[in-house]
């Protein structure tokens, strides 16, 4: 059951193109504004690029987490789906793998954006740098799925989500741009390992916390 709705979700998406194709449009423009605006030398432009590059992919990720419910309220297909046999916390792993999904097809998309128009050399070790970013992106979808199902009957859901989320993943993207610094500084593991270590902290707790309440939350 859980591949079905997770496959629902993705073939709603790659029909429509939707989400993803505003994720990147929103996050690319960004991008070319900051490059075209301001011209830092090198090591300033190494120094501010991490903070830029997650603020962006937080942004572009509240795209595509209000829409992973919105859709389906706005359908009412939501309380259908409620209504076939299967639990509730499994609803929110779909919501939070599919969300995960766009987060990495979108970042796919703009990070070889990013670093070609900021003009930054790539890092030495890229898997360090894939390990982090897959891992951020799965703490924002844990915490992005569980308040999209939280506000989505909302009236101003879309104003409310980002207030939400932005204060709660903070010490995620304090961690994250901590982190993404020390790579491209080409730093040792050993330097940044506790930053690296809060990061799998808030993926275990909130992936942890959605799945046990997800069922109160979720009720019509």
Do not use: C
């Not at 504004?33 to 903070?51: D, I, K």
């Not at 990720?61 to 309220?73: G, I």
């Not at 951020?136 to 989505?152: K, N, Y």
């Amino acid at each position: 059951m859980l591949a079905v709705l997770v496959r629902k979700d993705l073939l709603i998406e790659f029909r429509s193109r939707e989400i993803l194709i505003s994720m990147i449009t929103f996050g690319a423009a960004i991008t070319l504004l900051y490059a075209f605006s301001f011209r830092p030398s090198p090591e300033s432009m190494q120094t501010f690029a991490p903070g830029l590059m997650w603020m962006v992919f937080l942004f572009v990720s509240v795209l595509a987490l209000h829409r992973s419910h919105s859709l389906e309220k706005e359908f009412d297909a939501f309380s259908m789906i409620l209504s076939a046999p299967v639990e509730r916390n499994v609803l929110f792993i779909s919501k939070y793998l599919s969300g995960f999904i766009f987060l990495v097809v979108a970042q796919m998309v703009l990070l070889p954006l990013f670093f070609l128009f900021l003009q930054l050399p790539l890092p030495a070790n890229l898997a360090q740098m894939v390990a982090v970013f897959l891992l951020v992106d799965l703490g924002i979808s844990a915490a992005g799925s569980l308040l999209s199902g939280i506000v989505m009957r909302v009236r101003v859901n879309e104003m409310l989500l980002p207030l939400m989320l932005f204060p709660m993943v903070t010490p995620l993207l304090i961690s994250a741009v901590k982190s993404t610094a020390s790579i491209m500084d080409n730093q040792p593991f050993n330097q940044w390992k506790l930053w690296f270590q809060l990061i799998v902290s808030f993926v275990i707790v909130f992936s942890l916390i959605g799945y046990l309440i997800y069922d109160y939350v979720s009720e019509e």
